[in-house]
Every structure is written in structure tokens, then in C-alpha cells.
């Protein structure tokens, strides 16, 4: 019995892990196995260092495998120079030290600023109905201020402050900022109380935005208005609230707004956190770029 046999028959039968575990431990461990014999045939499971084990690593990244499967085809590899070490197969662990290679963090998905504009500015988009005019609003006021969607659903009438055009908005940790509006955000919201106030008479709730039973929204309720809204003007997978948060924050950058004011809108506790939507407004200018320039 090999090396790898013994140590995935120690994973099957005293670590009881599944079949499928056992199978891709097995196929990483034989694959880094034929690399480390095509570089010399000398080599064992007993010489190799640590540089070779960042040369498979690399030959991976090669070939074009993505972050998560190098992380997973180490992981393999450090599990069983552990075994083999605590079992005394080899005399030392290559593998202790090595980091993989971080994973790739995801652009956010945000909606173009003019199919935003589409959905907010032409008629057609929207009926007359009380529901109508409260899922326009709340469209508005996600892509206008870059709220959370908790922090829309907390929102009260007293937090509208309509002299200076200004939300307070109670986000994590219970922590308040206050965020300003302009004035078609105003005109809607107002609209939308004037409409709330005919359906749901003295019904004595304190929230903003009701639901149809003249209660506070749920997280459910607003996710579904949005997801709806959004189906009509955009493809992209994720139609979320957090995406409009996205869209605001692109669409502020995009327009000039600097990142220490966007992360104060935000709420953001730190400018990092901020800074991944100049990754998406870098991307949105390389397409521009490749688009117009006659060369590119």
C-alpha cells in the first residue's frame, strides 16, 4: 500500500469523511505527485520542499484554475503531510508554511445610470396605484441615498426631515448618521405619504413605509418591490436592494464624488470598505476606453 492509499483509507475509515471528500483529496494528491515526479523522477513524497509545492501552486494558476481550486488542492496536501508526519512517513512537513493564493473578490453588481434613469423618470414603468407609487418611491430613495435595506425598513416619519432635505438613518450597531435628499426624492416621498395617508387613515403606525396590511415592511416584502422594479430595466443576476446601494455608490464616483464622502454616505466604518467601487468604476472606464478609442 502508497502513501496516498493509507492516508485515504485513514480518511474514509477513522476520520469516516464521505466518498466524494476522499475522491478529490485522492485526484489533488496524485496530481501533485505527477507534477513533482515530471520535474525529477528522484524526487519522493520524503525530498520534496516547499518550493516545489509553490511551483504546482503556480502551474495551477497557469492553466487558468481559479483561486479556490488551488486553495482546495493545498489544503489536500497539507492534510496529508500532517498524517504523514504524525505517523512518521516522513521526517519533516513542506506544506506547514505555505499560504494559497487569495481568493478574488467579486466586483458588485450595479445597475447602468441610465437604466435607473429609465425606470425613474418614464411613465410607463408605473401604474396609479398606492403600490405603484411605494414601490417608485422606495427605488428612489435606495438609489438616491445608498441605504441598507434594514435601514430603509427602520425608517419613521421622524426621521424625514423635509426643511433641510436630510434622512437619520440608524445603521449597524445601532449607530445614526444623517443623510441628505434632494428634491425629486422629496416629491416622492411626499406623494407617497399624501397616498398613504388616503389608504391607511389614522392606522397609528410610526413607520414609513407600510405594507398592505398598513403594518411596517418586512425584509421579504421590500426585497420582492425591488427584485420586480428591477426585472423591468436589467439582466444582471442579483436585483437587490444592496445592488441599488451599489448603484448609488457607482454612480457617485462616477460623477465625481470623492471616496471620503461616499463612505460618510455609506456608513462605512473604514475607507477600504469603500474602496472596492473604484475597482468598478476603473472597469466601467476600461469599457468606455476600449469602446471609443480608435486603437484600443
Known amino acids: 500500500m502508497n502513501m496516498i492509499e493509507e492516508f485515504l ?11 466524494l471528500t476522499v475522491r478529490t483529496y485522492g485526484r489533488s494528491l496524485e496530481d501533485f505527485e505527477s507534477y513533482f515526479k515530471s520535474r525529477d523522477s528522484q524526487l519522493s513524497w520524503e525530498s520534496v520542499d516547499s518550493d516545489i509545492i509553490r511551483d504546482w501552486m503556480e502551474s495551477m494558476m497557469d492553466k487558468g484554475d481559479m483561486a479556490s481550486t488551488v486553495n482546495n488542492c493545498l489544503s489536500a ?30 466586483l458588485p453588481q450595479f445597475v447602468r445610470e441610465d437604466e435607473m434613469n429609465r425606470l425613474i423618470d418614464v411613465p410607463e414603468m408605473w401604474g396609479d396605484s398606492y403600490e405603484d407609487l411605494r414601490a417608485r418611491t422606495i427605488i428612489i430613495l435606495f ?34 448618521r444623517i443623510v441628505p435628499f434632494g428634491e425629486e ?17 389614522a392606522c397609528g403606525e410610526t413607520a414609513l413605509f407600510l405594507n398592505d396590511k398598513g403594518q411596517r415592511m418586512s425584509r421579504y416584502q421590500v426585497e420582492a418591490i425591488v427584485k420586480k422594479c428591477l426585472s423591468k430595466v436589467t439582466t444582471i443576476k442579483k436585483r437587490s436592494p444592496h445592488v441599488l446601494r451599489h448603484s448609488f455608490a457607482t454612480a457617485m464616483l462616477n460623477n465625481g464624488a470623492g471616496l471620503e464622502s461616499v463612505r460618510k454616505l455609506l456608513g462605512h466604518e473604514s475607507v477600504a ?24
Open 9 to 19: 483509507n485513514y480518511l474514509r475509515y477513522e476520520r469516516n469523511r464521505s466518498n
Open 77 to 106: 496536501v497539507r492534510s496529508f503531510f500532517r498524517f504523514a508526519l504524525a505517523r512518521q512517513l516522513v521526517s519533516r512537513d513542506p506544506a506547514y508554511a505555505i499560504k494559497g493564493p487569495k481568493k478574488k473578490k467579486p
Open 143 to 176: 438609489y438616491e441615498t445608498g441605504i441598507r435595506l434594514a435601514e430603509l425598513i427602520g425608517l419613521d416619519d421622524k426621521d424625514v426631515d423635509f426643511s433641510a432635505h436630510q434622512l437619520k438613518v440608524t445603521g449597524k450597531r445601532n449607530k445614526q
Open 185 to 201: 426624492l422629496e416629491n416622492a416621498l411626499k406623494e407617497y405619504m399624501a397616498g398613504r395617508e388616503q389608504k391607511w387613515k
Open 273 to 296: 470598505t469603500t474602496e472596492i467601487y473604484t475597482h468598478t468604476t476603473f472597469e466601467q472606464l476600461k469599457k468606455v476606453y476600449e469602446n471609443a478609442h480608435p486603437r484600443a
